[in-house]
């Protein structure tokens, strides 16, 4: 049997980015990096929600949004 679950995570909108890296400072867990010198990307795998990269950001062009997943149950 599965469930659906939500989590918080981290998303950049990646065309209104400056790329100023902000927030690859605060996340503490590295979840954030810079692509190319032109935009920030999140690993989803490591990013948990905590959403300081969002309150950093001088561009507000980071949000932290709820997505499902599944989880199976035992």
Known sequence: MSS???KR????EQ????????????CPLGAI???RGIMAQVD???CVG???CAKECPASV?????VDYEKAMV
Do not use: L, Y
């Open 9 to 12: 995570k981290a998303f950049v």
């Open 50 to 52: 905590c959403g300081k």
């Open 33 to 35: 990096r810079i692509i």
């Open 62 to 66: 980071i949000t932290v949004r709820e």
């Open 15 to 26: 065309a209104d980015c400056v790329a100023c890296g902000c927030c690859v400072k605060v």
């Open 44 to 46: 989803m795998g490591k």
């Open 4 to 6: 659906i679950r939500k």
